[in-house]
């Protein structure tokens, strides 16, 4: 018998082969845990799903009646994930706004009714039901429901992005449960809701941003130049009227201050016989002196007589040129919706 001989005759595998048997072993084994990884990926999904009540898909636009807000409540709004239904859903972050045991003995359309009456009195102002449904979305921190935090998300503002159309639909459908539905308050609202509505279209305009966020944004950003209703500097321009400019103007002013110079804020730059330099704004001009503010506030008072040279600069302004690169996207886009609601008196 020769040494390369397998006992009984028979003929050893080839290496190569031997290999290739286990490596295709081992694919199997892979692709086969691969599976159900996936699986068990797809059946968590789906267990979610079914716990928060399930998803309805947005394939269009949303008509403005409940079943249209039905649709953006259990999908694209994603109140599904803080609020339940009645015994649709299982959240318990945020109220429930069905009918649900002692604690929920009426749906939200009902109980709306007594929270209007008690942010009439707190506030002063007259609000009817829709005004109160209309406030609890478009600024949820104004009424928290006792127990709970104040941390609904503002749904106008990314992630969730939805549009004024989209969100009178989730009005309707919350007015719908158990409450009288009133189409027409939603169409022809009242001067509370319409102000909600305007802070809405504002954020969307601006990329979706939020202009209670904004208010924070301009008091750290613009206070110390900009008079905003009698409050603030006359280094630039009062912005209390400012959304009168449109929002292309605005836009400009953030990004690129020295395109959209509002008359009278030029910067100017002055040489004196000596050499010194000062930049800024000409705030008094008279025979004999004249005033120019810095950007820092500072006035310095120049003799006419000492002046080598005076000229505007189109390229410069008061304004901080990194202004853009201090603020996030965030940023910028909630101070611009802040912005979009200064209309003035």
């Known amino acids: ?36 990884v996936l699986a068990t990926f797809v059946w968590i999904g789906h267990s979610v799903t079914s716990l928060t009540g399930g998803r309805a898909r947005v394939t269009g636009p949303v008509e403005m009646t409940p079943e249209g807000g039905e649709t953006i409540f259990w999908g694209k709004g994603r109140c599904y994930t803080c609020h339940s239904m009645g015994g649709r859903g299982s959240a318990v972050r945020g109220p429930n706004l ?36 209309v406030e609890s979305v478009a600024n949820p921190g104004a009424y928290v429901v006792e127990g709970y935090k104040n941390e609904m998300a503002i749904v106008y503002a990314p992630p969730i992005s939805l549009i004024l159309d989209e969100i009178k639909a989730v ?11 009133d189409i027409a308050a939603v169409l022809e609202p009242s001067e509370i809701s319409q102000r909600y509505f305007a802070r809405i279209q504002a954020a969307t305009a601006a990329g979706g941003g939020d202009p209670g966020a904004g208010a924070v944004v301009y008091e750290d950003n613009c206070i110390d130049c ?17 959304s009168g400019r449109g929002l292309k103007f605005l836009a400009d002013a953030i990004l690129r201050p020295t395109k959209t110079l509002t008359e009278g804020y030029e910067t100017y730059v002055v040489v004196e016989n000596d050499g010194r330099q000062t930049i800024g704004l000409k705030t008094r001009d008279d025979a004999v002196e004249i005033d120019i503010t810095k950007a820092t506030g500072e006035v310095v008072t120049i003799a006419k007589a000492d002046i080598k040279e005076i000229a505007q600069d189109p390229l410069k302004s008061v304004m901080p040129d990194d202004l853009s690169e201090a603020m996030t996207v965030k940023d910028y886009q909630d101070v611009l919706s802040f912005l979009l609601l200064l209309k003035g008196e």
């Open 98 to 133: 069905g009918q649900f045991g002692e604690k929920f003995a009426m749906p939200i359309g009902v109980r709306a009714a007594g929270r209007a009456r008690e942010r009439s009195e707190k506030t002063g102002e007259t609000y009817a039901t829709i005004d109160y449904l």
């Open 171 to 181: 009005i309707l459908y919350l007015q719908s449960q158990g409450g009288e539905l």
């Open 226 to 242: 900009h008079a905003l209703k009698g409050e603030g500097s006359d280094l630039g321009p009062d912005l209390s009227a400012i």
């Open 1 to 36: 018998m020769s040494g390369d001989s397998a006992p009984n005759g028979a003929t050893p595998p080839e290496g190569g082969g031997l290999v290739a048997s286990v490596l295709s072993h081992a694919v199997v084994k892979v692709f086969g845990f691969l599976l159900l």
